[in-house]
């Protein structure tokens, strides 16, 4: 037979089943995180109308979806989760609950430029609530809590939640008179940690054509750092001289002054009137997330809240808060960083059973019994030394063995060995998944450094 | 602005979310149980290279085909999770601990002509282990307590798992001298119960122009029927005459001895010489599962044994033995038959917690709380008439509502309403937790009429 080398697409990321194991752990962590906060897991097609998914239109996004054409329709894969939602809202919107919280951890498609690091398929893990007309602030301020409650479930405790909101930005440029430059402004400031204040002051008087004096009102109020505490109190100094900005910074106070109930510690949070988070969609809370020692990944999980999510679809005014983390982004960049806990174990299962008598039935009747206390068990069935089968248990990674012979059945027992400690203990079927159950290791995903 | 209508592809299954929470149960459901047996996670990408999902090429799977070009390459969508698994297990060999057992549930895709219950978008719910030249028949016998522990997961009783193996009919069609017409005898005798026996006689000796001695052997071969012991008991009548059927005598043998051990009453199971799948592909074993009130769905769990899984990327022979679940399918049959258990709260929440005060910290904190106890809470912020936040919470199906004013708070206590019953009680935190958590309905996903 001609044989197809096999392989897979460039950009595309497969794992090997311990990695896989690891992947879907924080998987499973950002359900359950996403639940306790009463988010619906909903799934919707990977396949749209390309007319529906592009009915923003242009730009990067028309260059980099996939799309094609099936008999007569003009099909694209999506490209992220946000479009499919506006449609799904739209389309239901009189079948659903108001305000409508969902989340959605599923794959999206953009075919960019291969590079490393860089995915054409990728996991978005997203939540957004959807109000129907109006969505009060509450929802706006227990975000943080949910990205606080996500990652430290990962096991991440060095990484901080950066939070802004675009009435001020937008109410203190009106201020300035710079609200048609505001664009320019911002994505000038942007450069700040990178460039220095001399070279964006620079910029902003020479390139941008502004004043000296506006331009030092910019880099002042940029500079406005400290305690969410002191960034809240030099922002009073502005109030009353704008209806935006005024408005802006009562949400911001909302957003900030329920934090220690929501449980989420200062040192996780920080106002920062630096994050912007492009210009047009979103109109309220911004919110970006970063690792503290790992500042050059950028934000692991951004978002904000916006007035208008599906007005390419319908009149029905459905503003929103929403948030989203580039899964396999973040997945990649933790392994290649050496982050992933070695020793949390990733076989497929608890424990491996190795029968060793003729008849096999003792050692099946023994795995059912250890499945129904939810045991993750594997037969292990082949005719093989016992010096190899003791190769595959190392290889697979289980934390332990169940070894059955005639001397074990013998005394109804059966001999349980830990594959760490080496230690080996003759045990009856209750014990033994007790003693597997209690021995199972619970450390974190993450180890930070 | 001009509006698009929104609309989502026919053949496409989106789902309401209280739908949606319906088949993630089935989902997690299957999940576990393939976990209980030792099967890893493994997700592969939707997107392949179209000359490696072709490579068995030809027929039905090509134009069924998402086919498409981007830049220089030619892509296609999965269409099942085998292919890609083959070119998985091809391609990391080296890197993979066999035997190898994975499951995977994800979308395949097939473009074929839209109608009532088929998709073009659809979840498989896939189990194989694959073997390193050589694959032991406990995994063979191993399958029917999958299959039989995931559909009682389900609430399902009334189901049959029917087996049947290759080496049988391909070695009794060798007895009979039929080995070159097995293909033709077997499509015909497939018809078995729809057009009767005569009409079966008819057609092989006239069609296919087959001795009416052997047309005779035929049928009564095919009419063997009874319970596991009678059937394994008539085909010992055939032993001694064709190697390759005894070996497969043997086989069902050792996947029937079992059964007890494993679990799977005798009801549930059944040797059932008419189950043939497919003419090559299939190499020992192979299985069907029906719903006994519902035999128009067909096989709802199908598989068997292969002895090549990966022969078009690689010389290594790689045996195994799978079954795969038509997940969306299954679930739209289900629905639409009323099966699905109306009693199951398919709630975002477990709890919708009311702010009746000004400082909505204290219900802030007591969310916070109970979410650290495993409860799903929404906190419910939005700026409305009491009436209208009850009948939201009637709309989302919430089991039970907190209701936080100033009396309950004066006394460090909460309102706990049981939506079910409307029985409301004054508790305190730690005692609401038990008593949601006391109050969770837990019935099965399906409930059999």
New interface residues.
Partial sequence: ?E???????SG??????QK??Q??RMTEILRTTY???????????????A??LL?KGGGETEKQI??????D?D?ALRFDLTVPL???V???AN???F????FQIS?V?R?ERAQRGRF??FYQADIDII?DT??????EA?IP?IIY?AFTGFGLSRFQIRVNNRKILNGFYAMQSLSEQSGDVMRTVDKLDKIGAEKVRKILTEDLQISPEKADAVLSFIAIRGTNEQVLTALEGYRGQNELFDKGLDELNAVT??LS???VPENNFAVDLTIARGLDYYTGTVYETTLLDHPEIGSVCSGGRYDDL??????RQLPGVGISIGLTRLFYVLDEQGLLNPELPCA??DV?VLPMTED???A??LA?SL?SQ??????Y???KKFKQKMS?AD??GVPFIILLGEDELAQSKCAVKNMVTGEQVLLTADEAAAHILSGKYTGPIILEN
């Fill in positions: 037979m044989r197809i080398k096999p392989r897979t697409l595309f990321m497969e794992l090997l089943p896989q194991a992947f879907e639940g306790l906060y009463g988010f619906a897991p909903l799934d919707t097609p990977a396949i749209e109308d007319q529906i009915a996939y799309r094609f054409q099936k008999g329709n099909l506006a449609k799904y739209a389309l239901h079948e659903l609950a305000p409508f919280r969902r794959k498609y075919g054409r398929e109000g109006k969505l009060d602030i509450l929802n227990e809590a409650r002054r329920n109930a929501f449980g599906a007005g390419y679809y319908t009149d497929p299962a491996l096999i039935a003792p099946i009747s059912e499945r939810g045991i993750r068990v594997q037969l069935g082949e005719q595959y290889k697979l």
